[in-house]
């Protein structure tokens, strides 16, 4: 534990308002405080950019850091939506490729509805091409 007498000896050097903020972070020692994120100390009460310069030159001399946070490099990375313009992973949205995917069925729908129609008419057409000689000539 020759660590921890090294951080005894940092928190000793440390100005009151960085104590506080650490403690206030739920942090006991500058282990603990390196789980925690620049975002989390600043979601604590009275404390600022100065706090977070000064608790990290302390973490420094410790040989540790805050935590990085993985989210916002991914969020920079992050492409705009073709259709929408709605940032993601992808070049289209969820809700536009589901929407492109109903709009597919859609179409599927309507070239089945006509392809159906114009089956309906040639049928109808070789019928009465052929059905009224035959019928006259029953008679
Ligand atoms: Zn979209």
Redesign the pocket.
Known sequence: MTHHVNTDHLIDEMSTRAYHAMLNSRALSLEELSTKTEKDMLRIKNVGKKTIKELQSILAKAGLQFKSIPKKRRSEKSIK??????S?KTE??????A?IRSLKVVVKQIAAIVIYKEDQKSESHLKRAGDPGSFNHAK
């Not at 939506?81 to 709605?86: D, I, K, P, T, W």
Request: proline share 0%.
């Open positions: 939506c073709r259709l929408c313009g709605r993601g289209l949205c969820k809700n536009c490729t929407l």
